[in-house]
C-alpha cells in the first residue's frame, strides 16, 4: 500500500512511497468498511444485550450477571469494546470521507457516533485510572495491598494482590512518610474514581436505553445495507454511482486519506520533540507543581496528536480495506500505544492533584499525593520519549 511519510523535523520533505499491496481508488472500498463497522456495531449490540451486564461487566452491584446467564466474564467487556471500537471507526470515517457521502446524513450522524462512544468509554476510563493510581501508590510506597482494594462489593475491577511482594522487597527507611500517607491516599483516590466510575455506568445505562441511541442504532442498520453516497445527478441509493462520481469529482479516497495524513504529520512537526527527546522536562515539572487546576498545557497538542493519528489510522483501514489492521505500519502502532500512554499518565495525574486539593486530608496524604502525582508525569515524559523515538523511525511494514 503506497504510503505517504514525512520526517517530523522537515515537514516540508518529500514524501516517500512504501511498498504495499494496490490501494483501491473506487468509493465502493469505502462502502464496504462502513458496512462491515456497522455490522461490526450490531454484533457487539445484540451480544451486549444477551450478556445481560452493564456496560463494563464488572463484578460488582452493577456488573453482577444474571444467574440465568452462561455467557462467561469476559464476554461484557469484550462486547462494550467492540460497541466502543465500531463506533469509534465509523465516527471518524465519516469525518475523513465526508466528502464522498451525503452531507446532511453524514453531519447528523458523526456526532451521535462520537457521544456514543465517548459515553460508554469513561466507566472504563475510571476504572483503569484507580487500577493505575493504586499500583503506582504500591510501586512508589512499597506497602502491602490497600484497604480500598479489598472492599467488597465494589463497582470497580480488583487491582492484583501484592503482598508478597511487598513482604519480599520491604520498604527503606526513607519511604517511611510515603508509607504512612499512601494507604489513605489510595482510600481517598478510591472513593473518589469509584464514585465517578458509578456515576459514568449510570449515564451509560441512561444512554443506551433512550430515545437517541435507539435513533443511531436504527442508522446503524440502515447503514450495515445501504450506504448514502454523495451523488452528482439524480438522487440514487447504493453504490451504483458511486464509481461515476468518483470520476466526475476530484475528490476522492486518496486525496482524502493524504489530507488527513498531512493533518497529523503537520501537528507532529508543531511538537516539542526536542524537548521530548530530553529525560527531564523541567517545565513541565514545574507546570505540575503549581496550585492551578486547569489542564496541563503542553498536553494538549499531543492529544490532539493522538486524535488526528487515530484517524490516519482509520484512513489507511479504508484503503487497505480489510486486510488493513495485519498490513499496518509497525512505527505508528507504537506511536499511538505511546499516545495512550501519554493520555492515561496526564488523566491520573489530573485525578492525583483533584484528590490533593480535597479539604482537610492529613500531610501525609497529601505528600503521598503530591509523589503520585510527581511520578504520573513524569510517566507523561517518558510516553513523549517513547513517542518521538518511534515516530523518527523508518516505517516498517508488517510482513
Known sequence: MAQRHLDPTNPTATATAAAGP????????????LRAQATEFLRALRQHRESGTGTHG????????????????????????????????LSGTLHTFQPLLDADWAEGMRPELAWLSGTLAMEHAYASRLERLLQALHRLSGSSAFPAQQTAGRA??????????????PAPPERGSLTVGAAKAGALLDRQLTLARTRAHSTALQALGSSRFHAVADKVALLASEVPLRTTGPATSGTRTA???????????????????????????????VTAGSPYNAEALVHGLSPDPVAHPQDAPWHQVRLLLRLHRYALEVLAGEEAEDSGDVRLLAAGEA?????????AAAAAAQAAR????????AYALGVLHADQRHEVEAARYAFQHSWRKEPIRLP
Open 22 to 33: 494496490p490501494v483501491p481508488a473506487d468509493p465502493d472500498a469505502l462502502a464496504g468498511y
Open 58 to 89: 464488572g463484578n460488582g452491584a452493577h456488573g453482577a450477571r444474571r444467574p440465568d446467564r452462561a455467557a462467561p466474564g469476559a464476554a461484557p467487556v469484550d462486547a462494550a469494546r467492540a460497541l466502543r471500537r465500531a463506533a469509534r471507526r
Open 156 to 169: 470497580t475491577d480488583a487491582v492484583p494482590a501484592t503482598d508478597a511482594v511487598s513482604a519480599a522487597h
Open 243 to 273: 464509481a461515476a462520481n468518483n470520476a466526475a469529482s476530484p475528490t476522492g479516497l486518496r486525496p482524502l486519506a493524504a489530507a488527513a495524513e498531512n493533518r497529523l504529520t503537520d501537528a507532529v512537526a508543531a511538537l516539542p520533540l
Open 339 to 347: 499516545l495512550n500512554r501519554h493520555r492515561d499518565a496526564a488523566e
Open 358 to 365: 480535597t479539604p482537610r486530608i492529613a500531610p501525609a496524604t
